[in-house]
């Protein structure tokens, strides 16, 4: 694929009575070919990284250099679009017809189109900004920061420079692709990256914020995550991690309890559990939404989770957090939620070895495991939904909605039983 950037032509000979260089754009197409602007300015005055003129340098301050910055970035991003349109056509010209294509569009009136996404100030990352405060403000901080790393990831490859929206190509997309395999990541990573930046891009073309001529995403197909191996496990590891004694009010001690309540309430995310009040406690039931869709749900207090209860909310008051994880959902405490699951985490590591489990257990094994043990009892299929053999949670989820609570209690004491 052809490239094409700004640079100095340093050669000796192409000085100027003032000992400047010019600049030129430097086309790659099988062999370099460069066109010279009418622009010539020092080695000191160039940002070769920016590819811009510098404001505060000597040998610029006849220049105005923010028009001249102006025009120079219309022309390479009007060589680039140019690279872009001829795609595949690319093989069978020159690098010498490639140049005069570049050149005529220079001079020429550029297609309307074309000239609106050149002008368009907006770049992904400026519209990212938005969207991440959007989300915070709606409460949505794992939201948020999916959308931010994701801009932030295709940035970095992007050599640090932010990206304008008619720039995000099929052809950017498979060189950030290919570099990350390179580097050994997996197409889970890499796909949650694309995910998130193909939500940003789709989300300023649904708001008006940019009109595409080639959605990149139509043609570029996001590497598929594969299933990773459900983590779960069997129903006599929770009887043996139920007998484990630590210290009363050790942080172990809190996330052995963790992990029982999350298993006695099929299989709750550790968010939910981190949220839970003692007004959520109604009779011999509790109710919560859960973080990921907001619908509500409903779980009758087993025996164990009543014992392990009654030690959590003595002397509480309704609005108090059940357990000492408490998390409000809010944006303000997120980063301190995020570090209690990573202390969880690494503690259940210690569990496991106490346990003498053959994995090393995480909060997130829970939920497997209670779906998978019901399967193996032979729970219906349609209870559990294949035990979370879906590739996304949410499936699991619309398919126990319609049950109602009579039926998943049941199966929810088969199984704790």
């Known amino acids: 694929m052809a490239r094409a950037r700004l640079t100095l032509d340093t050669r000796e000979k192409s000085k100027n009575p003032n000992g400047f260089y010019p600049i030129i754009l430097r086309v790659f197409h099988r062999k370099p070919r460069m066109i010279r602007m009418d622009e010539y300015t020092s080695i000191d005055g160039w940002d070769d990284t ?18 001249v910055n102006i025009e120079l970035y219309n022309k390479l991003h009007t060589a680039k679009s140019i690279i872009n349109e001829l795609g595949e056509t690319l093989k069978n010209i020159s690098a010498d017809v490639l140049i005069e294509n570049i050149k005529k569009a220079w001079d020429d009136s550029l297609d309307s189109e074309l000239k609106k996404n050149l002008s368009n100030p907006l770049t992904m990352n400026d519209w990212c900004k938005v969207l991440v405060e959007r989300k915070l403000k709606e409460q949505e901080p794992g939201t948020a920061k999916w959308y931010s790393d994701s801009v932030r990831a295709i940035t970095k490859f992007n050599d640090e420079q932010p990206i304008k929206f008619f720039e995000l190509t099929v052809t950017l997309l498979k060189e950030f692709e290919a570099e990350h395999k ?24 649904k708001e008006d914020k940019f009109e595409p001529e080639k959605n990149p995403f139509y043609y570029y197909k996001i590497p598929t995550s594969r299933r ?38 099929r299989g709750m995310n ?21 973080s990921k869709t907001d619908d509500p749900l409903s779980v009758r207090i087993t025996v164990e989770f009543r014992a392990i209860l009654d030690y959590y909310i003595s002397g509480k008051e309704n609005d108090d957090f ?26 259940c590591k210690i569990i496991a070895k106490d346990a003498q489990l053959k994995v090393p257990l995480t909060s997130y094994y829970i939920r497997h495991s209670w779906a998978t043990i019901a399967k ?18 949410k499936t699991t989820e619309i398919y126990l909605k319609s049950f109602n609570n009579e039926v998943l209690d049941k199966a929810n004491d088969l199984i704790v039983a």
């Open 376 to 393: 193996n009892m032979g729970i219906p299929t349609e209870v559990i939904s294949e035990g979370l053999g879906h590739h996304s949670l």
């Open 270 to 290: 550790l968010i939910d559990l981190a949220k839970l009040r003692v007004c959520d406690i109604k009779d011999d039931r509790i109710f919560y939404g859960r």
């Open 322 to 347: 059940i357990f000492p994880i408490g998390y409000d959902g809010s944006v303000e405490y997120f980063k301190k939620y995020r570090s209690d699951r990573r202390l969880v985490n690494k503690l």
């Open 228 to 265: 990773t191996k459900k983590k779960a496990l069997p129903k006599e590891n929770f009887s043996t991690i139920s007998e484990l004694n630590y210290s009363v009010g050790s942080n172990l001690f809190h996330v052995k309890n963790y992990l029982l309540s999350m298993f006695n309430c």
């Open 182 to 205: 390179a580097r050994g990541n997996s197409n889970n990573t890499i796909s949650a990256y694309l995910r998130g930046v193909s939500a940003v891009y789709n989300s300023a073309i």
């Open 50 to 67: 920016k590819m811009e003129l510098k404001k505060s340098v000597s040998a610029n301050k006849d220049l105005d250099c923010n028009e």
